[in-house]
């Protein structure tokens, strides 16, 4: 079982927006404002999509956004695209003793 | 451009000991942490642990401690991840990366597949 709760999948149409919610503790997401969240196409290594709960890395687009309220960070992507389709991770750091620890994973299908 | 190039696969028996590597250029290979992910076939994310190359400050996941080694060689801008008896458990892809903090990886190698088996 993962430190950090997502769901195991959401589902959305080109165009419309989601949001992908990940669920700690307050020793961890609600404890610090170190949450990150990335992307994983099938087959590829992650890639960072946002860090420090909602700043945006250079290159990645603005549809991509990042919030927390108490032990619930969220990723909310904007327009789908085809493209978007992947499995998304969330990530928190966690103190010292643990340090960082990754959520289950979420999958999402664009329709 | 940040690159972090790792070692290419391996297929090892149980009890074998093995060293994984992950070659750092386009940065000042010191200035940032770098670590390690383990996902096993198709399952999610894990953290391992990482190290500051500066100073070799190494920290490890509760999960992982004990069970791997975290290493870098700053003269050849490389990290390792080592084990001294792998367990057909340990069959996964590893994934290093690295961060200028230590809460979160921006660059990430094109992974490494263990494969243990008897």
């Known amino acids: 079982q993962s430190a950090l709760t997502q769901p195991a999948s959401v589902s959305g149409s080109p165009g419309q927006s989601i949001t992908i919610s990940c669920t700690g503790t307050?020793?961890?997401?609600?404890?610090?404002?170190?949450v990150s969240w990335y992307q994983q196409h099938p087959g590829k290594a992650p890639k960072l999509m946002i860090y420090?709960?909602?700043k945006r890395p250079s290159g990645v687009s603005n549809r991509f956004s990042g919030s927390k309220s108490g032990n619930t960070a969220s990723l909310t992507i904007s327009g789908l695209q085809a493209e978007d389709e992947a499995d998304y991770y969330c990530c928190s750091y966690a103190g010292s003793s643990t340090h960082v620890v990754f959520g289950g994973g979420t999958k999402l299908t664009v329709l | 451009e940040v690159q972090l190039v790792q070692s290419g696969a391996e297929v090892k028996k149980p009890g074998e000991s093995l060293k994984i590597s992950c070659k750092g250029s386009?940065?000042?290979?010191?200035?940032?942490?770098i670590g390690w992910v383990r996902q096993m076939p198709g399952k999610g994310l894990e953290w391992m642990g990482i190290i500051y190359p500066g100073d070799s400050d190494t920290r490890y996941s509760p999960s992982f401690q004990g069970q791997v080694t975290i290493s870098a060689d700053k003269s050849i801008s490389t990290a390792y991840l080592q084990w001294s008896s792998l367990k057909a458990s340990d069959t996964a892809m590893y994934y290093c990366a690295c961060g200028v903090g230590s809460e979160y990886f921006q660059h990430w190698g094109q992974g490494t597949l263990v494969t243990v088996s008897s």
């Open positions: 420090d709960v909602s």
């Open positions: 386009g940065y000042s290979f010191t200035s940032y942490w």
């Open positions: 307050s020793s961890d997401v609600g404890g610090y404002n170190y």
